[in-house]
C-alpha cells in the first residue's frame, strides 16, 4: 500500500521524535498532548485520509466523565464540538430482572457537578482529535493509508516498517493501534483477554417522550438493554445478547425491532423510532500483561479494552494519554532520552494502578449480571438493594461517575474501614 502524505506533511519535521501506530481518538489526542509538551510525532494510521477527515458515524456514543472531559479541555478539543452535540447525563436508572419496577437510582447529588458526565458520539471526538492534530501540525504529521508491519525495539531507537517497505525510526514507540493491537503482539506483550460470547447492537432511537438526561440500565435476564440519553428525544440503544441472537436481530427490519425495543420499554419513552444504521461489536475485553517495553508505550485500547457497561474504554484512554505526555514533557526538560525505560516504567505501573480495579470489576459485574443462574439473579437482586439501601456505596458509585474521588475501590475500602 502506498503511503499518502496528507497536507500537514508539508508543515512535518523530518524525523519525528515518536512514532504513534493508530490515529483513533488515543492515538490522536496522544499527538496532540506531546506536540503541547513541545514533542514532535509522527502518526501512521492504515485507513485513508478520507476516513481521518471525516470519521463514519459508529453507533458508539461515549459516556465521558469529569476526568475524561478535562484531558479534553486540556487539549482543546471539548472546546471544538458543536454543544448540540454535547448531551448532559443527569441520571441513571439501573433495573433487574424482567419487569422495569423501582429502579436503583444514581445523581451527581453531593457531587458538586449537576451531571453524571456527557455523552458524545465517537465519530465527533474522532473528528475534534484530528482537528487538534492538524492545528499542531508544526510538530504532528499523520500518514494516512500506512500500515505498519514490523517492528524493532532497540537499545538506542524503535523503528517501524510500513507494508510499503519503508522503515520510520525514533527515540520512542507508542502503540494506539486497538484492543486487537498487532505492536503490542509484535512487542511480545500478552494480554488477559476475556471474550464475554456476546454481541452488543447501538444504534439511534427517536421516541414520542422526552428522555429528562436519564439513563436506563436494566439487566433482563438473558440480555441487557441501555438506553443512552441523547438531545432533542433522541437516544442511544446499547443492546448486549449472545453472539448467535445478536447476529439474527441484525437482520431484522426497522418496523421489528422498534416493535421490540416498544415492548422491552413497557411504555418508557412512549412511541419508538429507529434512526439510521444498527451497528454489531463482539464483546471482548483485553488488559495487556505490560503497558511498556524497551522503547515502547501502549495506550488507548492497546493497553486497556474495556467492556462498555461501565463506560470506562476512551476515558481510561484520555487518562493515559495525560499521564504519558506529561512524564514525556518532564524527560524533555530534563533534557533526557524520550525512550528512558525509567519514564515508561513510571507510565506503566500508574496507569496501571488508574485502571486495574475497575477492569476487573466490570468484568465481574458483567459475569453477575449475564449468569442465568437462579444464585447469581438471586445476588444481583441483593446487590442492588444493597446499594439502594446504603448511601456510602451508592455514593461512591456516583463519585467515581463523576470522577470527584480517586476510584471506586478506594471508595470501597474507606467504606468498609467505616
Ligand atoms: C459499543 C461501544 C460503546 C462504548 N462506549 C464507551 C463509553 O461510553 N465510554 C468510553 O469511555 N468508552 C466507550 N467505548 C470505548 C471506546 O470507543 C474506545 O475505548 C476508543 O474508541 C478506543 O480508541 P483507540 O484510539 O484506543 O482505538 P481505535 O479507535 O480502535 O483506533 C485504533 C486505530 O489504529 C489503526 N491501526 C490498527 N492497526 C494498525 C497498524 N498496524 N498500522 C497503522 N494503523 C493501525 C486503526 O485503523 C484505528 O484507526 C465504547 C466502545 C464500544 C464498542
Known amino acids: 500500500m502506498q503511503a499518502t502524505r496528507t497536507p500537514q506533511d508539508d508543515h512535518a ?98 457531587s458538586g457537578r449537576e451531571v453524571l458526565g456527557q455523552l458524545v458520539s465517537n465519530h465527533w471526538l474522532r473528528r ?11 510538530l504532528i504529521s499523520i500518514r494516512a493509508d500506512s500500515r505498519v508491519a514490523g517492528i524493532e525495539l532497540g537499545a538506542q ?36 483477554m476475556r471474550d464475554f460470547g456476546r ?16 439513563a436506563l440500565e436494566c439487566f433482563h435476564y438473558g440480555h441487557t438493554l441501555a438506553i443512552l440519553p441523547l438531545n432533542g428525544d ?30 422491552e420499554l413497557r411504555g418508557r419513552l412512549g412511541e419508538i423510532a429507529s434512526l439510521g444504521a444498527r451497528h454489531l461489536y463482539p464483546l471482548v475485553a483485553t488488559y495487556a500483561h505490560r503497558f511498556a517495553a524497551q522503547r515502547l508505550a501502549l495506550i488507548g485500547d492497546a493497553a486497556v479494552g474495556m467492556h ?28 533526557q532520552d524520550l525512550g528512558e525505560s525509567a519514564t515508561l516504567e513510571r507510565y506503566a505501573s500508574a496507569h496501571r494502578r488508574n485502571t486495574w480495579a475497575i477492569y476487573q470489576g466490570t468484568n465481574a459485574v458483567v459475569k453477575l449480571f ?20 446504603l448511601p456510602p456505596l451508592k455514593a461512591a458509585i456516583s463519585a467515581q461517575l463523576t470522577g470527584r474521588r480517586p476510584g471506586l475501590l478506594g471508595q470501597f475500602q474507606s467504606l468498609m474501614r467505616g
Open 128 to 138: 475534534v482529535a484530528y482537528q487538534g492534530a492538524l492545528k499542531r501540525a508544526a
Open 308 to 335: 462498555p457497561v461501565t463506560a470506562h474504554g476512551y476515558n481510561f484512554g484520555l487518562y493515559g494519554v495525560e499521564l504519558l505526555a506529561g512524564l514525556l514533557g518532564a524527560a524533555k526538560k530534563a533534557g
Open 13 to 110: 519535521p523530518t524525523s519525528a521524535q515518536v512514532l504513534i501506530v493508530g490515529a483513533g481518538p488515543a492515538g490522536l489526542s496522544m499527538a496532540c498532548a506531546l506536540a503541547d509538551a513541545g514533542i514532535s510525532s509522527c502518526v501512521l494510521e492504515a485507513s485513508s485520509l478520507a476516513a481521518l477527515q471525516d470519521p463514519a458515524e459508529d453507533g458508539r456514543e461515549i459516556a465521558l466523565t469529569h476526568k475524561g472531559i478535562k484531558v479534553l479541555q486540556g487539549l482543546g478539543q471539548w472546546q471544538d464540538l458543536p454543544a448540540a452535540e454535547i448531551a448532559p447525563l443527569r441520571r441513571a436508572h439501573v433495573f433487574d430482572g424482567d419487569g422495569l419496577g423501582d429502579p436503583l437510582a444514581f445523581d451527581a447529588q453531593g
Open 157 to 192: 531507537a524503535a523503528s517501524v516498517s510500513l507494508a510499503s517497505g519503508e522503515r520510520l525510526t525514533a527515540q520512542l514507540l507508542i502503540a494506539a493501534d486497538s484492543r486487537f493491537s498487532n505492536i503490542r503482539r509484535q512487542a511480545g506483550i500478552g494480554v488477559e
Open 370 to 389: 449475564t449468569d442465568e443462574r437462579q444464585a447469581a439473579r438471586l445476588l444481583r437482586r441483593g446487590v442492588l438493594q444493597m446499594a439502594q439501601h
Open 234 to 263: 433522541c437516544s442511544s440503544l446499547v443492546l448486549t445478547l449472545p453472539a448467535d441472537r445478536a447476529t439474527a436481530m441484525m437482520a431484522w427490519d426497522d418496523a421489528q425491532f422498534t416493535q421490540w425495543v416498544e415492548t
Open 199 to 214: 454481541s452488543v447492537i447501538v444504534c439511534r432511537i427517536q421516541h414520542s417522550q422526552p428522555n429528562q438526561g436519564i
